[in-house]
C-alpha cells in the first residue's frame, strides 16, 4: 500500500511515448456521450471506488461536457474504466482510474492507462496530473510513473 493518510500526487506536462499491447481483439474503449448516475456508480463500486457522493452531484459533473468517462470493454463485458476531468483550463486530472476484479492481471491496466493519457493528450493540455491515495497498491504507482507520470507533491492526511 502506499500508506495509511497519504496522498502522492503525480503529473506530466508533455505527451509520452508509451508501447503497450493493445488488449485481446474482444476488447474495445468506449467513450460515454450520456452516462447515468447509476451506471456511474456501478463502475465506481465495481473497482472499489464508492463514493457518498450526492446524486445531484455526480449527475451536474457527468452533464459536463468537460468531464469524459471511458470504459474497456471486454466481449461486452465492462472490465474497466477511467474519467478524465478538464474543467480547469490548461489542465486535465486523470480522476478516477480502475480495473474491476476479475480482470485484473490480465495485462489490462497499463493498456488502459495508456489510453488514457493518450485521450488526455489529443485536448493538449498544459498538464495532466492524478492523486494517488492510499488506497492505491504500491504497484499502481509504478505504473503511472512507466506511464510518464512523475510525483511532485506528497502529503499526510494532517497537511
Known sequence: MNGEGITTYLEM??????????????????????????????????????????????????????????????????????????????????????VIPEFRDRGLERSMLASAVEAAWDHEPERLWVRAGAEVEARRLLDYQWAGFVPYEVRRAAD
Open 13 to 98: 506536462r508533455e505527451r509520452p511515448t508509451l508501447q503497450v499491447t493493445p488488449p485481446h481483439r474482444s476488447g474495445m474503449l468506449l467513450r460515454l456521450t450520456d452516462p447515468t448516475v447509476s451506471f456511474y456508480r456501478y463502475l465506481c463500486s465495481a473497482t472499489g471506488r464508492a463514493s457518498d457522493e450526492p446524486d445531484a452531484a455526480v449527475a451536474e459533473r457527468l452533464a459536463d461536457s468537460s468531464v469524459e468517462v471511458f470504459v474497456l470493454s471486454m466481449a461486452g463485458t465492462p472490465a474497466g474504466w477511467f474519467e478524465l476531468d478538464h474543467r480547469i483550463p490548461g489542465e486535465i486530472e486523470l480522476s478516477q482510474f480502475g
